[in-house]
């Protein structure tokens, strides 16, 4: 779970086309998942990662959040599947539905 959390944070450090969505204010997104509970948050300075995950949270995924971050498949289907709970409002979800498809791994090949 670390290594692809620290890959997308590399990934909105280093992807000059994603810098627009990231927000000026701090969105807080809070992962919770067998491995643990991580808080991301998210603004125009780039991404923080915790381990800490006290605090306020505008988003939270809970259950299988592994494959979402590997870029495999959408988080809307994952939580139509049941393999994930989102608790936040829609916008959110949308827009880090979004920032997770542009952080997902390149994979070559394809």
Same mark, same amino acid.
Request: aromatic share 10%; with cysteine.
């Given at each position: 779970? =670390?290594? #692809?959390?620290? /890959?997308? !944070?590399? /990934?909105?450090? +280093?992807?000059?086309?994603?810098? *627009? ?10 992962? =919770?998942?067998?491995?643990?509970? $991580?808080?991301?948050?998210? %603004?125009?300075?780039?991404? +923080?990662?915790?381990?800490? /995950? %006290?605090?306020? $949270? !505008?988003? #939270?995924?809970?259950? =299988?959040? =592994? *494959? ?16 994930? #709970?989102? %608790? ?6 949308? $827009?880090?539905?979004?920032?997770? $498809?542009?952080?997902? *791994?390149?994979?070559?090949? #394809?």
């Amino acid at each position: 779970m =670390e290594e #692809k959390l620290f /890959a997308m !944070q590399a /990934a909105c450090q +280093d992807r000059t086309h994603i810098w *627009p969505l990231l927000p000026r204010e701090p969105v807080r997104v809070l992962l =919770e998942c067998r491995g643990g509970s $991580w808080l991301l948050t998210i %603004s125009d300075q780039g991404m +923080d990662v915790s381990n800490n /995950a %006290s605090g306020n $949270w !505008q988003l #939270k995924l809970s259950g =299988e959040v =592994e *494959p979402l971050l590997a870029g495999e498949g959408q988080l809307r289907l994952h939580e139509r599947m049941g393999a994930v #709970k989102i %608790s936040g409002f829609y916008r959110f979800q949308l $827009w880090f539905e979004s920032l997770l $498809w542009l952080c997902r *791994p390149y994979r070559e090949g #394809k």
